[in-house]
């Protein structure tokens, strides 16, 4: 399993070719098949995002003009 609930995620294309995502936006679910084979399934619970979102463009834009970032790496393990 991949050990991710309750987090909104932005994920680079490398990470959803290696396990074969398929991205479903109007049913709001995300299906991937570990290196297992095993098939998994996100669904989206509809709920409104508690934090804004901005895209990449306008997050760099606001870097270069001196506003803090902060990078968030989430890993996946087997403990």
Do not use: N
């Not at 399993?1 to 936006?25: E, S």
């Not at 991937?32 to 409104?48: A, C």
Request: proline share 4%.
């Amino acid at each position: 399993m991949f050990g991710i609930r309750g987090h909104d995620v932005i994920l680079g294309m490398d990470w959803l070719t290696k396990y074969r995502a398929t991205i479903d936006c109007q049913q709001k679910t995300l299906a991937l098949i570990t290196s297992e084979g095993e098939s998994i399934l996100y669904r989206g619970s509809g709920s409104i995002p508690t934090i804004p979102l901005i895209s990449a463009t306008k997050a760099c834009k606001l870097v270069r003009k001196g506003c803090p970032a902060y990078l968030c790496v989430v890993e996946a393990s087997d403990t």
